[in-house]
């Protein structure tokens, strides 16, 4: 009983510094990117990139002391982390060409028609409209229809 009370107190005392060392780790790391020349200079990729990579070091030592392990395995650890959520992640599908969102509009338009909810001349006036860019985004497609 005394046993898995106290695994159970190393435990949630492992994990109380894990946590802390997240929160304070990027804190410490963004207080130092808050200096006079970060918000003076332009934000370059290789810079940024940088930048991102001292962040990701800082975290790592940080982790790894607290932790009492290596500096290394704990890198070598969260890169293989991060590796195995990119392979999870899916990828991201292609948007449809302007012709098949010209074609899609239009059937959409026909059906309006069809069913009595526009006139022709109306459906000819909102395809004009797309063609000549007069709807915001990609295709006329900056506002989305949240209630069917």
Wanted: net charge positive.
């Amino acid at each position: 009983m005394i046993r898995t009370t106290r695994k159970r107190l190393l435990v949630g005392l492992a994990a109380a510094g894990v946590l802390g060392v997240g929160i304070a780790a990027p804190t410490v790391a963004l207080a130092d990117d808050k200096g006079p020349g970060a918000s003076a200079s332009t934000d370059q990729g290789g810079d940024r990139q940088q930048r991102h990579a001292d962040r990701q070091a800082e975290f790592a030592d940080a982790l790894a002391k607290e932790l009492g392990v290596p500096a290394d395995k704990v890198t070598a650890a969260l890169e293989k982390l991060r590796e195995q959520r990119q392979g999870d992640r899916p990828e991201r599908p292609t948007p449809p060409s302007a012709q098949d969102r010209q074609a899609a509009l239009k059937e959409r338009l026909d059906q309006a028609v069809k069913d009595g909810k526009l006139t022709q001349e109306q459906a000819d006036a909102v395809l004009k409209a797309a063609e000549s860019g007069v709807f915001p985004g990609p295709g006329g497609m900056g506002h989305r229809s949240w209630h069917k």
